[in-house]
């Protein structure tokens, strides 16, 4: 409110140029504003890998103001600055190779950022540049004779509607000990109309003008049964931003974890021509300029300016700042069965017993939150759960894993042993009285553990041991909800803003990153149990920029209706540009109960998605995949087949993700940066670079609309096997049997040959090969393959990381990383040419130690496909196909 009051107009800040101060690290000045006259210290840093990064902090803060803390990964790395120029107002700034300049303006402040002649992006331009200095509470001060007005009561009224030292929500009271601290900056991106990211929003890919609307909100809330196309903050944030045009892409990343709006407005402008002649004034156009104001409620300013310039490169530097994705055990890319509740032991059984039954896969079964003893987390209710060991030495022996939830919240119970030991330590979050702060949830009355605090974090990450929590074992994993945090009864259902934390910080400072300290802390708690040798799977709810160090996250409560589910096409692709690659949407939608089509085609969908759950509400009727009769049954059993049958592709990708940061799902436009057809298409995406997918989410759908992106591309259909025909846009026929996928002329899937009952029932199954030509008949994929569990792809490089190429009728199969060995006697079986020429007379196949044997082949002279049979080639050997 307080910031919406200054508009788009002449900056009131000025810069101090006589201020400036270099070194290796940054450049530093000092801005003044000219009517209260505070300043403010400003530092700009070129990191390596073309990304600027700008702070702006009170030059002398009443007290130090909170700086976001445990979401880099590291100081990042720097390069000098050179003043090019320095003349009366304005200061030039360049990096070392001189491909960018920013160019500081004094009066107004404004800095301009150019890469090699062309502005990208401008800071302040509009002047919203907005910096609340602490103040001493108006009881402390003297009666000067500049504070008396401040002191006087009509102004004391007006300070309170503006909420500077306390603030009313509903019955809740916010009192603001350290009064008002909000900062806010605005942006211009030139020539960018298309914008994205800033998750989480149940909203459209490419952000909206928000100019007679409610700006988008970074607020980290628990909002059950939350509304369609609303810019309201849902359970988790990453306050980053992308901005596409055809040659460029470009980033915003905005380090604040309080209360944070993003307000977006794209614009026509005339273009800039440098001192043009009258023909070229003539030749003027209009191009489009979006400008991006950025809110938070505290903190300081402290931004990165990803420069790309290609969204792949934005990844890569979004990652250098914040890391990259885990690599996820194998399993937990599997299919998940949960359900608010699994009762008890027997219907765990029952319903684990039921997909062997009914010959569908699957990996994971979860327990919600009735299995404690009431809503004690790390306990057991006795009655429905006897011996929880057993029940896991059963699921392990199906080679299954158990997933159980565990909440932030403590039960107040003095008996309850985490209880009292976090209350003895003094481990819970405070009220402003400096009391534990208790709040509503499940259990009752509960506290909130403060994992803000490394010692809090430590003693919980302890509680995961074999030893101290019972009746765990090794195949138990977890799941981190109601951690934004959510407090019933609360002000917007979570934690009062007054509350406070380690360090004195108030809750206000820190509200975004809650969730994602829980799960850190869970994680670590999971790798220490297996002394460091384990890959920890812990799915969250709330979750911050950095995030996918930890885990996966999913999108909260959302509703078996069809507008959910196509919702969640462009809620997932927008978490996965914000990093979180292991990111998935409840299947079936979690509040309701979907008719059967619609649940059929949520699965179809899912089993294309990164984290594949069916999940529904207590309230909800059962619905395990075969409780829909047999032709349901069937085409659900098909979709989860289809998932485990990819996942060698699937785990590639993840790898990808983890160590080149490339999102696992993606946008078209990511894929075809310069095809401005792709820019807003959120009904489909790609799986990697090689899958193009488009599930159906319209009711009794008889065709869809599919965009196949690219004039120079092939694509075929990846069942049928055929080429599709040259056409932007087709109409594909659909039926209920399956949702249409494409395969991408030019690639290499490696596949597994078929299905088994989890992921670990498969680690024998032989390897098939998808090869789909381009227009020079060539294709490459990769194949990435590890233990599929531990550490040692890391510590003792125990992994396979292949590569396939088909060139000149030739098919060869090498090694991308020969850092990596990992034994494997698993074979590829099978290869399937998509879009092979002509019917071949000979094929051949010869592995390195020079061994020569004929091939069995047939080809289909209506789809062009190859089928090559038994070949028994090696996957971890050097191999060649020949084909004449
Ligand atoms: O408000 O633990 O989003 O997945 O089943 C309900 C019970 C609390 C919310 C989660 C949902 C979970 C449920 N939880």
Same mark, same amino acid.
């Given at each position: 409110?307080?910031?919406?009051? &200054?508009?788009?107009?002449?900056?009131?800040?000025?810069?101090?140029?006589? /201020?400036?101060?270099?070194?290796?690290?940054?450049?530093?000045?000092?801005?003044?504003?000219?009517?209260?006259?505070?300043?403010?210290?400003?530092?700009?840093?070129?990191?390596?890998?073309?990304?600027?990064?700008?702070?702006?902090?009170?030059?002398?803060?009443?007290?130090?103001?909170?700086?976001?803390?445990?979401?880099?990964?590291?100081?990042?790395?720097?390069?000098?600055?050179?003043?090019?120029?320095?003349?009366?107002?304005?200061?030039?700034?360049?990096?070392?190779?001189?491909?960018?300049?920013?160019?500081? *303006?004094?009066?107004?402040?404004?800095?301009?950022?150019?890469?090699?002649?062309?502005?990208?992006?401008?800071?302040?331009?509009?002047?919203?540049?907005?910096?609340?200095?602490?103040?001493?509470?108006?009881?402390?001060?003297?009666?000067?004779?500049?504070?008396?007005?401040?002191?006087?009561?009509?102004?004391?009224?007006?300070?309170?509607?503006?909420?500077?030292?306390?603030?009313?929500?509903? /019955?809740?009271?916010?009192?603001?000990?350290?009064?008002?601290?909000?900062?806010?900056?605005?942006?211009?991106?030139?020539?960018?109309?298309?914008?994205?990211?800033?998750?989480?929003?149940?909203?459209?890919? $490419?952000?909206?003008?928000?100019?007679?609307?409610?700006?988008?909100?970074?607020?980290?809330?628990?909002?059950?049964?939350?509304?369609?196309?609303?810019?309201?903050?849902?359970?988790?944030? =990453?306050?980053?931003?992308?901005?596409?045009?055809?040659?460029?892409?470009?980033?915003?990343?905005?380090?604040?974890?309080?209360?944070? &709006?993003?307000?977006?407005?794209?614009?026509?402008?005339? +273009?800039?021509?440098?001192?043009?002649?009258?023909?070229?004034?003539?030749?003027?156009?209009?191009?489009?300029?979006?400008?991006?104001?950025?809110?938070?409620?505290?903190?300081?300013?402290?931004?990165? &300016?990803?420069?790309?310039?290609?969204?792949?490169?934005?990844?890569?530097?979004?990652?250098?700042?914040?890391?990259?994705?885990?690599?996820?055990?194998?399993?937990?890319?599997?299919?998940?069965?949960?359900?608010?509740?699994?009762?008890?032991?027997?219907?765990?059984?029952?319903?684990?017993?039921?997909?062997?039954?009914?010959?569908?896969?699957?990996?994971?079964?979860?327990?919600?939150?009735?299995?404690?003893?009431?809503?004690?987390?790390?306990?057991?209710?006795?009655?429905?759960?006897?011996?929880?060991?057993?029940?896991?030495?059963?699921?392990?022996?199906?080679?299954?894993? $158990? =997933?159980?939830?565990?909440?932030?919240?403590?039960?107040?119970?003095?008996?309850?042993?985490?209880?009292?030991?976090?209350?003895?330590?003094?481990?819970?979050?405070?009220?402003?009285?400096?009391?534990?702060?208790?709040?509503?949830?499940?259990?009752?009355? /509960?506290?909130?553990?403060?994992?803000?605090?490394?010692?809090?974090?430590?003693?919980?990450?302890?509680?995961?041991?074999?030893?101290?929590?019972?009746?765990?074992?090794?195949?138990?994993?977890?799941?981190?909800?109601?951690?934004?945090?959510?407090?019933?009864?609360?002000?917007? $259902?979570?934690?009062?803003?007054?509350?406070?934390?380690?360090?004195?910080? +108030?809750?206000?400072?820190?509200?975004?990153?809650?969730?994602?300290?829980?799960?850190?802390?869970?994680?670590?708690?999971?790798?220490?149990?297996?002394?460091?040798?384990?890959?920890?799977?812990? &799915?969250?709810?709330?979750?911050?920029?950095?995030?996918?160090?930890?885990?996966?996250?999913?999108?909260?409560?959302?509703?078996?209706?069809?507008?959910?589910?196509?919702?969640?096409?462009?809620?997932?692709?927008?978490?996965?540009?914000?990093?979180?690659?292991?990111?998935?949407?409840?299947?079936?939608?979690?509040?309701?109960?979907?008719?059967?089509?619609?649940?059929?085609?949520?699965?179809?969908?899912?089993?294309?998605?990164?984290?594949?759950?069916?999940?529904?509400?207590?309230?909800?009727?059962?619905?395990?995949?075969?409780?829909?009769?047999?032709?349901?049954?069937?085409?659900?059993?098909?979709?989860?087949?289809?998932?485990?049958?990819?996942?060698?592709?699937?785990?590639?990708?993840?790898?990808?993700?983890?160590?080149?940061?490339?999102?696992?799902?993606?946008?078209?436009?990511?894929?075809?940066?310069?095809?401005?057809?792709?820019?807003?298409?959120?009904?489909?995406?790609?799986?990697?670079?090689?899958?193009?997918?488009?599930?159906? *989410?319209?009711?009794?759908?008889?065709?869809?609309?599919?965009?196949?992106?690219?004039?120079?591309?092939?694509?075929?259909?990846?069942?049928?096997?055929?080429?599709?025909?040259?056409?932007?846009?087709?109409?594909?026929?659909?039926?209920?049997?399956?949702?249409?996928?494409?395969?991408?002329?030019?690639?290499?899937?490696?596949?597994?040959?078929?299905?088994?009952?989890?992921?670990?029932?498969?680690?024998?199954?032989?390897?098939?090969?998808?090869?789909?030509?381009?227009?020079?008949?060539?294709?490459?994929?990769?194949?990435?393959?590890?233990?599929?569990?531990?550490?040692?792809?890391?510590?003792?490089?125990?992994?396979?990381?292949?590569?396939?190429?088909?060139?000149?009728?030739?098919?060869?199969?090498?090694?991308?990383?020969?850092?990596?060995?990992?034994?494997?006697?698993?074979?590829?079986?099978?290869?399937?040419?998509?879009?092979?020429?002509?019917?071949? *007379?000979?094929?051949?196949?010869?592995?390195?130690?020079?061994?020569?044997?004929?091939?069995?082949?047939?080809?289909?002279?209506?789809?062009?496909?190859?089928?090559?049979?038994?070949?028994?080639?090696?996957?971890?050997?050097?191999?060649?196909?020949?084909?004449?």
């Amino acid at each position: 409110r307080r910031q919406k009051l &200054l508009h788009p107009g002449k900056s009131l800040y000025r810069a101090l140029l006589d /201020s400036v101060t270099l070194s290796d690290e940054s450049v530093k000045f000092q801005i003044i504003h000219v009517e209260n006259k505070v300043l403010l210290q400003v530092e700009i840093c070129d990191i390596e890998g073309n990304i600027f990064r700008l702070k702006i902090d009170e030059a002398a803060p009443l007290r130090e103001r909170y700086k976001v803390p445990d979401v880099l990964i590291k100081e990042p790395t720097t390069q000098r600055l050179f003043i090019s120029q320095k003349e009366a107002g304005i200061l030039v700034l360049s990096s070392v190779n001189e491909d960018y300049k920013l160019q500081v *303006t004094a009066n107004p402040f404004q800095i301009e950022l150019q890469s090699k002649g062309e502005t990208v992006l401008s800071v302040n331009s509009n002047g919203l540049l907005y910096f609340e200095h602490l103040q001493p509470p108006p009881s402390d001060r003297k009666p000067t004779a500049e504070n008396e007005e401040a002191a006087s009561d009509s102004s004391k009224e007006k300070q309170e509607d503006l909420g500077l030292w306390q603030e009313k929500f509903g /019955s809740f009271l916010d009192i603001k000990a350290h009064g008002p601290s909000s900062v806010g900056m605005d942006f211009s991106l030139h020539g960018f109309d298309h914008v994205y990211g800033i998750p989480q929003h149940a909203e459209a890919l $490419l952000l909206k003008n928000t100019s007679d609307g409610d700006a988008y909100r970074l607020y980290n809330l628990d909002v059950f049964g939350h509304k369609i196309h609303n810019k309201i903050g849902i359970y988790g944030s =990453v306050p980053l931003l992308l901005a596409h045009k055809p040659n460029r892409t470009s980033g915003i990343f905005w380090l604040n974890s309080s209360e944070t &709006l993003v307000d977006i407005s794209t614009k026509a402008v005339a +273009e800039h021509m440098p001192s043009g002649s009258a023909a070229e004034t003539a030749k003027q156009r209009a191009v489009p300029l979006t400008d991006v104001r950025w809110m938070s409620e505290s903190g300081i300013i402290d931004v990165f &300016l990803l420069m790309g310039p290609t969204a792949f490169d934005i990844f890569k530097q979004f990652a250098q700042l914040t890391g990259t994705q885990a690599l996820p055990p194998l399993f937990s890319l599997g299919y998940h069965q949960c359900r608010w509740n699994y009762e008890d032991e027997q219907d765990v059984k029952a319903v684990d017993a039921g997909f062997d039954e009914h010959d569908i896969p699957y990996d994971v079964i979860w327990l919600d939150i009735e299995h404690t003893d009431g809503k004690r987390y790390f306990t057991w209710d006795k009655k429905k759960f006897q011996n929880p060991r057993k029940m896991q030495e059963h699921l392990r022996k199906k080679k299954r894993k $158990l =997933v159980v939830i565990v909440d932030p919240h403590i039960k107040v119970d003095p008996m309850y042993t985490l209880y009292s030991q976090a209350k003895d330590k003094g481990y819970f979050v405070k009220d402003r009285n400096g009391q534990d702060f208790e709040g509503i949830c499940w259990p009752g009355s /509960s506290c909130y553990l403060d994992f803000t605090s490394p010692e809090v974090r430590r003693w919980y990450a302890d509680q995961f041991a074999f030893k101290t929590y019972k009746g765990s074992t090794n195949i138990l994993f977890v799941w981190n909800d109601m951690n934004e945090p959510s407090v019933f009864k609360g002000a917007e $259902l979570t934690m009062q803003k007054d509350a406070v934390h380690y360090n004195n910080w +108030e809750h206000r400072e820190v509200h975004n990153l809650y969730g994602f300290y829980q799960q850190m802390a869970t994680a670590e708690g999971l790798i220490r149990r297996s002394s460091g040798k384990e890959r920890p799977f812990v &799915l969250t709810r709330s979750f911050f920029a950095g995030s996918q160090k930890y885990g996966a996250v999913w999108t909260g409560d959302n509703t078996a209706e069809w507008g959910y589910l196509k919702i969640s096409i462009p809620m997932l692709l927008t978490i996965s540009m914000a990093g979180i690659s292991f990111c998935g949407a409840d299947v079936g939608g979690f509040i309701g109960d979907p008719e059967p089509e619609l649940l059929v085609r949520w699965y179809q969908a899912g089993a294309y998605q990164p984290f594949f759950r069916g999940h529904s509400n207590m309230e909800s009727k059962r619905r395990e995949p075969w409780l829909f009769g047999e032709k349901n049954t069937q085409i659900i059993r098909e979709a989860i087949r289809e998932r485990y049958v990819l996942l060698p592709y699937l785990y590639t990708l993840f790898y990808r993700a983890h160590t080149a940061a490339e999102p696992v799902m993606r946008p078209l436009w990511v894929e075809f940066p310069g095809k401005i057809e792709t820019f807003g298409v959120e009904n489909e995406y790609m799986l990697g670079n090689a899958l193009l997918v488009h599930p159906v *989410t319209e009711q009794e759908a008889k065709a869809v609309s599919v965009l196949l992106p690219g004039s120079e591309e092939i694509w075929y259909d990846f069942r049928k096997l055929k080429r599709m025909e040259d056409s932007d846009t087709l109409k594909i026929p659909v039926t209920l049997e399956n949702i249409p996928v494409f395969q991408r002329g030019g690639t290499v899937i490696p596949l597994k040959t078929t299905a088994g009952k989890s992921t670990e029932w498969m680690i024998d199954i032989s390897y098939e090969l998808h090869v789909a030509l381009d227009t020079e008949a060539c294709a490459t994929g990769e194949l990435y393959l590890d233990d599929g569990h531990s550490f040692q792809y890391l510590h003792k490089k125990q992994f396979l990381y292949r590569k396939f190429t088909f060139h000149k009728n030739i098919l060869s199969s090498s090694c991308t990383d020969k850092s990596g060995q990992y034994h494997t006697t698993c074979v590829v079986e099978r290869v399937i040419v998509l879009g092979f020429g002509q019917q071949p *007379t000979f094929v051949t196949a010869c592995s390195k130690d020079g061994k020569e044997k004929e091939v069995v082949f047939t080809y289909d002279t209506k789809t062009s496909a190859l089928t090559l049979e038994n070949l028994a080639l090696s996957v971890d050997a050097d191999w060649e196909i020949c084909i004449s």
